[in-house]
């Protein structure tokens, strides 16, 4: 089967949108990526386990309108708050790990 020509693949549509790897715009894309796939981790998370939001913010000692901004990537969070999150309202625990 023949791609089309037209077609470009999502990392060069990516460097095009958001410049080469290394760049500044690039990184701003890159870190918003990451808290929004973080908002995206955790409502899959809690969704896995069966839980409404206002069931996970009243586990973790929280407000459903905090999870609720959380999943949709509207508030920073802190990190001793999504180990609480984590831990206590989905019954997991939080993994780390630096890339260069």
Sequence with gaps: MKAAKNLTSLS?????EHGPVGSKPREEFEAGYEVFKLGAMLQQARQAKGLTQAQLAE???TDKSYISKLE???KDVRLSTLQRIIAEGLGGHLEFSIKF
């Design 12 to 16: 060069e549509f990516v460097d095009q």
């Design 72 to 74: 949709k990537d509207l």
């Design 59 to 61: 586990l973790a000692g």
